[in-house]
T-cell receptor
Framework: NTKITQSPRYLILGRANKSLECEQH?????MYWYKQSAEKPPELMFL???????RNETVPSRFIPECPDSSKLLLHISAVDPEDSAVYFC?????????????FGHGTKLSVL | QQKVQQSPESLIVPEGAMTSLNCTFS??????FAWYRQHSGKAPKALMS????GEKEEGRFTIHLNKASLHFSLHIRDSQPSDSALYLC????????????FGDGTQLVVKP
């Protein structure tokens, strides 16, 4: 799927700061960050719907999303923790309503040393 | 909070078999029911969805919904080795802050 691109593909970090990037070329109005830990389903972290942020309140404050425009999504992570090791998927949907199909990017695999 | 559960956790079937995957949900106000498939190391990809009671067929795949029983299912006819993947059911409600709740998944292996 080249319509949603994420970078980097793989990330190995000590206790550092880093940003994940996503860009969608589908003309969608809603973009999401999902975290998928090993042997677990994807869990919603953040949603931007027409640039309005909706957050999952269980996500630690060291994760900060940013949506510079409707096609781009960033996830800034400060002082990563080993529990942050997971695959982070960016996704998008047409309008951001809850009964829409999600389109996922290929993911960024984060490994925290 | 919505609780979505899948069964079985894993399944091994021979090529050509009919495969049935199950999903139960807890909130009777749920309005959107979907199945996603995730091949190993890849992103989840939507397979099909349904909104009202009954069934819907697309090729070898059939989705069946019974809202009164809080249950929906995915049936795969003539299962192929390429169907081997993690299958995630997904449920959402209107006014749920656009949140889709995923089940824990069923790992399907289709043996040639």
């Amino acid at each position: 799927n080249t319509k949603i691109t994420q970078s980097p593909r793989y990330l190995i970090l000590g206790r550092a700061n880093k940003s994940l990037e996503c860009e969608q070329h589908l003309g969608h109005n809603a973009m999401y960050w999902y975290k998928q830990s090993a042997e677990k389903p994807p869990e919603l972290m953040f949603l931007y719907n027409l640039k309005q942020l909706i957050r999952n309140e269980t996500v630690p404050s060291r994760f900060i999303p940013e949506c510079p425009d409707s096609s781009k999504l960033l996830l800034h992570i400060s002082a990563v923790d080993p529990e942050d090791s997971a695959v982070y998927f960016c996704a998008s949907s047409q309008s951001g309503i809850s009964n829409e199909r999600l389109f996922f990017g290929h993911g960024t695999k984060l490994s925290v040393l | 909070q919505q609780k979505v559960q899948q069964s079985p956790e894993s399944l091994i079937v021979p090529e050509g078999a009919m495969t049935s995957l199950n999903c139960t949900f807890s909130d009777s106000a749920s309005q959107y029911f979907a199945w996603y498939r995730q091949h190993s190391g890849k992103a989840p990809k939507a397979l099909m969805s349904i909104f009202s009671n009954g069934e819907k067929e697309e090729g070898r795949f059939t989705i069946h919904l019974n809202k009164a029983s809080l249950h929906f299912s995915l049936h795969i006819r003539d299962s192929q080795p390429s169907d081997s993947a993690l299958y995630l059911c997904a449920v959402s409600m209107m006014n749920s802050n656009n949140r889709i709740f995923f089940g824990d998944g069923t790992q399907l292996v289709v043996k040639p």
